[in-house]
């Protein structure tokens, strides 16, 4: 079996039993977001206690990488600090993916809910610790994602 084969029967395995699959009431950062091109979405739930990623959710409908995508980005982040989250790059979402050099249409799939995540802590950010500079620049990061 090839490596591709490999993180092919991966993503399909978190598209069918997605881990972290759900959603947290009063979410510390929630955000909703969908593919218009598609009709795909994905809604993200994340709890910040001490600083770190105390819990983390998500719901969603979609093809196999935006879903299992999802899925593996909660657990990259649970318990990890805030600031691991903020600097998350899309680089990175994409080797934990196994699929470094996707093409352009379904690198929006691969990044939906990172794109998701990171606009929930934009709001974050400016709206609840009103960090206005970190919020600018996490405003930009998600304008050049796709
Ligand atoms: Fe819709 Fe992948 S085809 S997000």
Redesign the pocket.
């Given at each position: 079996m090839s490596s591709t084969d490999i993180y092919r029967e991966i993503i399909l395995d978190y598209y069918r039993n997605p881990r972290n699959y759900g959603i947290i009431e009063n979410a510390d950062i929630f955000k909703h977001d969908s593919?218009p091109?598609?009709?795909?979405d994905i809604e993200i739930y994340v709890n910040i206690k001490d600083n770190k990623v105390s819990d983390v959710k998500f719901v969603g409908k979609?093809?196999a990488?935006?879903q299992a995508s999802a899925s593996m980005l909660t657990e990259l982040i649970v318990g990890k600090d805030f600031e691991f989250v903020k600097k998350l790059s899309k680089e990175t979402v994409l080797e934990n993916l196994g699929l470094p050099d996707l093409g352009p249409a379904?690198i929006?799939?691969a990044l939906?809910s990172l794109k998701a995540l990171k606009y929930g802590l934009y709001t974050y950010l400016s709206d609840n610790l009103r960090d206005v500079e970190s919020a600018d620049k996490m405003k930009e990061e998600v304008q050049s994602l796709f």
């Open positions: 593919n091109l598609c009709g795909d979609g093809c990488i935006s379904r929006k799939c939906l």
